[in-house]
């Protein structure tokens, strides 16, 4: 049987470990103040503990082990503290995208807004939701920090550490931002959906990880260069696997309705393709189309087939294996340990051939 990369070193189980520790704790604290704070406790826990893929802990630990650090359980809680970066990206993401849903559960917002009609609580239950996620989201951004700080390790690394985590989680949010600046603006250049892959994702995934674990190693500067070769476009690979999933994706295994970004108007690479290869009548239907929040089966039917026959799939799938390739080029000529290069070439297949 063959064991997923992330399950390597026992890593899943214990990332798992560290954040259910954490979060039980924050559970304690938030019961002192108020009985009302419970289903802050209960959506985070069901959030961050009912599913992820575990990526960017299992960069930043090969990161880390490539770099000549030993296996420690306090290097782990503190990667750990990556899985509540991406929650809080996920929350807000999903409010802002008017996202129902989440790996086949109600997206945070949606989750409190069904509380607020439960409850039968005065004011909109829409209103209520989306605060509840903003404050929710928030809240991982900050208990990412004290993860990191009450990991164990000693202040020193931690210090080390500390400008690459601040400036991935200031660069996530940068992405998220352009990612909205460019649905409103409805921009279609090959830059801007390269740029927004870029910050969005393919930054805090990848590459921004494996600098994390090269800054508690102390690796040399020539290795987080190496690490930076080999991050960032695998990092933008796995963007793209995501856009092609987020329009081609099997609702069943990714937990999220089909079309999904079709209806929120993004302006991805894949799409980028489609408006400029397009034969003219259906690159009008696919831009008068993109958006709708009501487009339905069939109309997501069609644009899949403009999208295809235009050639967009094709191309996208070509770079994304254009980017694989140079991401693993560079990964051969970096000095990483041989066991830890290893995975992180399996990381890498992972990251950018799965159905999720």
Request: charged content about 25%; some cysteine.
């Amino acid at each position: 049987m063959t064991i997923h990369p992330v399950d390597r070193a026992a890593l899943r189980p214990r990332v798992e470990k560290a954040l259910a520790v954490f979060l039980a704790d924050r559970r304690a604290h938030m019961a002192g103040i108020d009985a009302g704070l419970a289903p802050l406790a209960d959506a985070v826990e069901a959030f961050v503990l009912g599913g992820g893929k575990r990526l960017r802990p299992a960069f930043a630990y090969w990161g880390y082990r490539g770099a000549g650090g030993d296996d420690r359980d306090d290097v782990v809680s503190a990667l750990a503290a990556l899985e509540l970066v991406q929650a809080s990206a996920l929350m807000h993401d999903d409010l802002m995208d008017a996202s129902d849903t989440r790996r086949g559960e109600p997206a945070v917002h949606r989750r409190f807004a069904m509380l607020h009609d439960r409850e039968r609580w005065q004011g909109g239950a829409a209103g209520f939701g989306a605060a509840a996620a903003i404050l929710l989201g928030d809240l991982c951004l900050v208990w990412s920090d004290e993860m990191l700080h009450e990991s164990g390790l000693d202040p020193v690394t931690v210090a080390r550490a500390r400008p690459v985590f601040d400036l991935m989680r200031t660069e996530v949010m940068i992405g998220q931002y352009l990612d909205v600046l460019t649905q409103a603006s409805a921009d279609t250049s090959v830059k801007r959906a390269s740029q927004v892959a870029r910050f969005k994702s393919a930054k805090y995934t990848v590459e921004h990880p494996l600098l994390l674990g090269a800054a508690l190693a102390d690796a040399p500067t020539a290795l987080s260069e190496a690490y930076s070769a080999f991050g960032l476009p695998l990092g933008e690979a796995f963007q793209l696997r995501d856009d092609v999933l987020g329009v081609f994706g099997d609702p069943v295994a990714t937990g999220k309705p089909a079309g999904d970004d079709l209806r929120e108007g993004k302006r991805t690479y894949l799409i980028v393709m489609a408006l400029a290869h397009a034969a003219p009548a259906d690159r009008d239907t696919l831009a008068a189309a993109l958006g709708s929040p009501d487009l339905d089966e069939s109309g997501v039917a069609q644009l899949r087939r403009i999208i295809t026959e235009s050639g967009a799939l094709a191309r996208t799938e070509a770079y994304i294996a254009e980017l694989t390739s140079t991401a693993l080029a560079a990964l051969e000529a970096a000095p990483v340990e041989p066991e830890a290069a290893e995975m992180l070439r399996e990381l890498a297949d992972a990251a950018v051939h799965r159905a999720t």
